[in-house]
């Protein structure tokens, strides 16, 4: 029986991808075993291990996947905590709570470094305990470090998936930056302002601005806002307004488009108004 629907294409992987190992101790609704599949899959990662899952495979952990089906058709499913680890060379566990014996800890960002660092060496484990109480002591011994995600101690308790996407976003942003390093990666360039890689119109230059505030300060005498005679600050004001917007051409373009509209309807209002009193003046004397 087919259970699941085409995945969408996989992002090319490398050894880091490969080695990073996604293990799930004892999960109990296998609908979360498709949501941390997705999670994984929209941080790049593939590489998933099931140690005695109650369900696996279903149709709801297929459903919960969506387009990340074919992290689970890989996903090794394992009985014991031992054969998930036994080739590793680090292993680091999720934990919400402190421990009487302190166990080394560390960050998600930390931990993704870890992890990158270890994975030239061999396969990496990040181990997520069961929805109800996490990891036990014993198997949290079995770690290297812990991993804690510093969330709202007055409501600590995350999702399943929730917590593996939090580690996968760290791992992800971690190997963005390493590609950072040797060629411009697009995933972290930002994109907030006119010149920046990927904005559509090119930044308005000065003498684009220049005109755009003499435009403005014509049409605001035109209807009687600002007098040049007691400007105030108005300009000053203005100017600092737009400044601080960084116009493009196009955006300069419109604004003055509106301008010169404002400038029409003034011109033909007051047109109006001049021949109603013409015609009015007339009417009296024919009277």
């Not at 509209?261 to 024919?286: F, H, I, L, P």
């Amino acid at each position: 029986m087919t259970m699941n629907k085409p995945a969408l294409p996989v992002e090319s992987t490398d050894t880091y991808h490969d080695q990073v190992r996604i293990v799930l101790v004892e999960t109990t609704h296998s609908g979360n075993i498709g949501a941390v599949a997705r999670a994984m899959k929209n941080m790049g990662l593939g590489n998933l291990w099931l140690v005695n899952p109650k369900s696996f495979p279903d149709e709801a952990s297929y459903a919960r996947a969506s387009s990340a089906s074919d992290v689970l058709d890989r996903a090794q499913v394992v009985s014991s905590l031992d054969e998930a680890l036994s080739d590793c060379v680090l292993v680091m566990g999720t934990s919400a709570r402190g421990r009487k014996v302190p166990w080394p800890v560390i960050s998600p960002p930390q931990a993704a470094v870890t992890a990158a660092e270890n994975s030239a060496r061999g396969p990496v484990a990040l181990v997520f305990g069961r929805e109800s109480n996490g990891l036990s002591n014993e198997e949290l011994q079995r770690c290297h470090y812990h991993i804690h995600i510093p969330s709202n101690p007055d409501y600590s308790s995350l999702n399943l998936a929730m917590a593996v996407q939090v580690v996968c976003y760290e791992l992800r942003m971690h190997y963005l930056r390493g590609l950072e390093e040797v060629e411009s990666s697009p995933y972290l360039e930002s994109m907030v302002e006119p010149g920046d890689r990927g904005w559509d119109v090119p930044p308005a230059t000065v003498n684009d601005v220049e005109g755009f505030f003499g435009h403005l300060e014509q049409v605001l005498q035109d209807v009687d806002f600002h007098r040049r005679e007691n400007p105030r600050q108005l300009m000053t004001r203005l100017r600092r307004l737009f400044q601080r917007a960084k116009l493009d051409q196009m955006e300069i373009n419109i604004l003055r488009g509106i301008l010169t509209s404002v400038q029409k309807a003034t011109v033909a209002r007051e047109g109006v108004g001049r021949n109603t009193t013409a015609a009015g003046a007339v009417d009296e004397g024919q009277e």
